[in-house]
């Protein structure tokens, strides 16, 4: 299965200077949990989670409309995959960078959708034994992507309690 066959081609997206509470509300507004940053011509040069809005903002301590995309997105390398890559091959990078979503490029690297762990669960067999034509992602291959992504890491322990 490709990821063309599981990525969503509606993708509300926004600038590097676009505020956190702009992006927030385009996160409200679309349903979505990320928001890719692009430059003029649709390249993804970023992307802002609404993790990442929350702990900017308390790290920064500053209110979100005084904080922008860039700010928070910089100092991380982007990855992507392409609309004929596999779900495999999309599942390996998500695990081995430890993201749950991906933008989508086309050959001219401009965004073209996103695909995310919701959207490749959505697609799992519960079977495991796909069957010829069947349009389903192996469980096996699911599951073991959601146990590495869900672990807890080193190097990320709370240090303080509120």
């Not at 490709?2 to 676009?18: L, R």
Request: charged content about 25%.
């Amino acid at each position: 299965m490709k990821v063309n066959e599981v990525m969503v081609t509606e993708v509300a997206s926004c600038s590097p200077q676009t505020s956190l509470q702009d992006i927030a509300m385009l996160m409200w507004n679309n349903d979505c949990g990320a928001i890719p940053l692009v430059d003029d011509d649709e390249h993804p040069v970023g992307i802002i989670t609404d993790r990442d809005i929350s702990m900017g903002a308390a790290l920064q301590h500053k209110p979100l409309w005084e904080l922008r995309g860039e700010e928070i997105s910089n100092h991380r390398e982007l990855y992507c995959c392409g609309p004929e890559d596999t779900i495999q091959k999309a599942l390996q990078l998500m695990e081995a960078r430890e993201v749950r979503r991906l933008p989508v490029v086309n050959q001219y690297n401009q965004l073209c959708g996103m695909v995310s762990l919701g959207d490749i669960v959505s697609f799992t067999s519960t079977e495991s034994v796909k069957k010829a034509g069947d349009a389903k992602i192996s469980s096996a291959d699911t599951m073991e992507f959601l146990r590495h992504i869900s672990a807890h890491h080193p190097g990320h322990k709370a240090t303080a309690t509120l």
